[in-house]
């Protein structure tokens, strides 16, 4: 595939901002797709192993509808947060994303039919469990399984967008158009290393969990204990997994001494020896927040060096400066989002370690920032209809 | 940007839905009220930015867009208020109809309370179905000419479906306003169906196909080719080229052995073209589903499925592309279609 097919599969209308931003925004919000996506599959698979534990052990017994709930909660936003990276990669990289949607097709629509039943049973295993203690056993194991292969098909599109050389083989093998919209791609090693960082971050969820608990007089001293040495467990026997397979998928694409690649591995050390000390887990997570950025940025620069070896560079996107609706944005995504996100946060955190009834209305923190949301709120819709009739009495009268 | 900032409120409403639900009896009430309003500003917040959108996408309202190439132009169209507004209405009345779903389910444990509440809920969406009334009459004022065309087409039954809808609706609030008693839990559980299936369902196709033959803000088709110049963007309507070079030799996914017509290939590049332009909005099968070829194109010989083409190229009908192709193209693709035998 050619620089002059790739430039004019872009969209004509260009970008409304300096393409920078939007891969920085891309890297940022895939992180945190992520990083949901991965304690989905964590305390999921945890869960389900934990039903066969969940009726003779009183600390599963706790445990498991704990673990079944994130999983519960984790699917929901990692699918809002999956959003935003979508709409980047649309944005900078349209020819790749259209392409693979094209190619991939009947994938996209099973996609979606396979993330609605999967979850949908998910609700079903949830509420099984919550019924009888370890119930739900095989429609968990089944929705996992659903989930799972949703994940894999979305890997195949990611997989699929950055193969532009075989794009032309792919919808026209020997010249005959193939319109099927079946087209698969794997690639195992990455598949793999993306998979496995499942297990290390519900290990540091866990020892999360347990120092979250552990001021709470409710939860037994022994619970706390076993559920941080079993995050220390998973983490460890994790981050070694997915050294391996990191290494193996860099040996692959050649890119095992790029120093990215090397400040994955000295990140993933590093936090290895923080799981295996347990001292401070927050600050683990602080770092596993940087390597989650960090392995983003990885597959950033695979795929830009893809493009960019067949002369097609998103900083050479042409932009049509848009500053009204680039100011919308980013005012809204920092002070709306981060005010109102703070907030609703900051709630669950006090409403989790309390017990019985929290007083938010006594509360400074959640206070403050109830009533500042609430302004800026009321301040954004002012500022939208003042803005839409300006523009209107502008262009009709 | 605006789809992105749409994505910040709908992060806020899916952590604030969990929130909401799981803390109803952990928190303080206040705190939760306050809660509660913020993610119904929320919700509205998502509505406007999402309705700036699609208004856009049916059409930009005015020829500003199309100078400035401003996204806050194509934004704030003619046809985004009323449109928004239509939305609120029906946004206000549904909250009623699946409120009365909750009022009835009370009746056995607080009588007084599931009467009065009922009654309330009656008052809100006759209110909302007024509203929503209103604004769909004032959105269709706001509509460019090719979606009146479209509309035209089944307009009758799409009246005679919105008259019975409404009678059926008001009876129904009526009844929850003055006999609060005779709404049963699973007579409004119904209820939300038939606004689902009766309602949003047509409404939305509706506004689907009434965009035909544009998939966005009237500059390019259903087939992904841009027809017209919006000078503010710099973008160029590629309908000249095509006419001139054909779609063979513009699109670039076409295989290498497609790309000049021969006698040889010609069945496989009119069938090729066929689906590029036809395929996005008809089933080309036999057995197609979807405003099917067959139905449109039956016991045709090839000359008049050509004229057809011709007249098509030359802009007769206004919900289809008015795509002009260089001859050999338009023979091709009638030579296939022919071969399809409707």
Redesign the interface.
Known sequence: MDAS?LL??RD???V??YPVVFQA?YILTWALHAAFVLLALGSMGLSIIGTFKQKDDPIWRVLNPHLIQTGK?SI??L???G??PL??TQVIYDPNWYVANTLSGMWVFIFIYALIVGYIMYYWYYYANKKTEGGGKLVGILSFAVLVFAGILMHNFAVTSIMPNDW?NM??PN???D?SGWTFNMDLIRLAFMVSLAIPVVGIFLQNYSKFLSTRPDFSEEFIQYTASLGTKIGVIGLIISAITFALWMLQINYLLHPLSLAIVVGVVILLLMVLQNKNSYITTGVLVIVALLISGMRELIRFDIMAKLGYSIYDY?V?L?I???T??LL??LV??GV??A???T??WK?GK?QG??????DVA??KL??Y??AI??V??VI?FG??MT??F???L | MGWATEWVFFVYEVIGVFVLVYFIDKIDKKTHLKLTFSFAIASVGTLALIIGIISFMMWPGTEAYYATGSASDAFFGTNTFPHMFLRIGFMIMLSGVIGLVISSAMKKENPELSRELTKKMGYVSLLGGFLTLFFFMWYMGTLPDNAHAVFNVTKADVIQSRIILTIVFSLYFLIAIVKPQFISTPLAGIMIFVILIAGIWPGEKLRESMRKPYVAGQYIYSNQIISRDVEGKGIKSELPIIAEKGLLQVNPFVPENLKVITEANKLEAGKLLTRMSCSNCHSLEATGKYRPLKDRLKGMDKEAIKSTLYAMGDGAFPYMPKLKLPEEEYDAIAEYIVSLKY
């Open positions: 097919v004019a599969l004509p209308a260009g409304p901002f925004l909660i929901s936003i699918i809002v947060l959003v935003a709409l980047f032309m919808y026209a010249g005959v158009v319109n042409p049509n848009e009204p609706t680039i919308m944005f809204t995504f709306l989002g109102g996100v907030w609703l946060l709630m669950a409403v309390n009834v929290f007083d938010g209305s006594k959640v206070t109830g009533n949301t609430l709120m009321v954004w819709m939208y803005w839409g523009i209107l502008m262009n009709t």
